[in-house]
């Protein structure tokens, strides 16, 4: 975990802090984790699915190494060894860049010239996660929160109470942002307002969350009515 201790102005009345999820979210780095899982999973002989590969989305590290090795048909394989492989091609791919989601660069800029407190809460290791900052900036975010991080992962409460906690914010006066069921779940469940942007799962059957089609139709006033509504 990771917070900054400076202060931040509170530039919007009711908005206490906005937690954007990382891969998928910000960044298209959905489309990385593919290449790399693709790989792996060719590396022992065999081909990932299109479902098992949506089924990982928001998950741990370790439930996606369970779903890949059930899918080929390998479950005995070392989930520590398929982790260690992917999360150092992944890290070689994330440092060519990564390309920002529509709207996600825009909306981060408006949150932080309205003093908005943010924050980062990913399911994604430190060190990949330091990698990634390259691209979306360090200096965006007032705490960073990784998956190696929190006890406990999404869909669990925990990763995004911490990010509240480290920002001094009440949880319920934020708006939490994800791409994928999981971390919508571990949103709602912590009590943040929650914005939901699909990505590559469909999200239109969640319940207490809003959904819109991309975080280009997004800004600061739009996020402030999230947590001013009933």
Not at 1 to 22: I, K, N, S, W
Not at 139 to 154: I, M, Q
Request: net charge negative.
């Amino acid at each position: 975990m990771e917070h900054r201790g400076e202060r931040c102005r509170l530039g919007t009345e009711g908005l206490a802090g906005v937690l954007f999820d990382m891969d998928g979210t910000l960044v298209d780095s959905e489309k990385v984790w593919d290449v790399g899982l693709t790989e792996l999973a060719q590396r022992y002989g065999g081909t990932l699915s299109a479902g098992a590969r949506t089924r990982m989305v928001g998950t741990s590290m370790a439930e996606s190494m369970t779903i890949l090795h059930g899918d080929i048909g390998q479950p005995w394989r070392d989930p520590v060894a398929s982790v260690g492989w992917l999360e150092e091609r992944v890290k070689e791919l994330f440092g060519a860049g990564l390309v920002w989601r529509p709207g996600a660069a825009e909306l981060l800029a408006g949150l932080r010239a309205a003093g908005v407190p943010l924050a980062l809460v990913t399911t994604t290791r430190r060190h990949l996660v330091e990698v990634a900052l390259r691209t979306i900036g360090r200096e965006n975010f007032a705490a960073v929160v990784a998956g190696d991080e929190v006890d406990e992962t999404k869909p669990h409460p925990l990763p995004y109470l911490t990010a509240a906690a480290l920002l001094g914010v009440d949880v319920r006066r934020c708006v939490a942002i994800e791409d994928s069921p999981n971390g919508a779940a571990s949103a709602v469940a912590a009590g943040a307002a929650v914005l939901a942007v699909p990505n590559e799962v469909d999200l239109s059957g969640l319940a207490g969350v809003t959904l819109v089609d991309s975080l280009a139709a997004v800004d600061v006033a739009f996020l402030t009515r999230l947590v001013a509504a009933p």
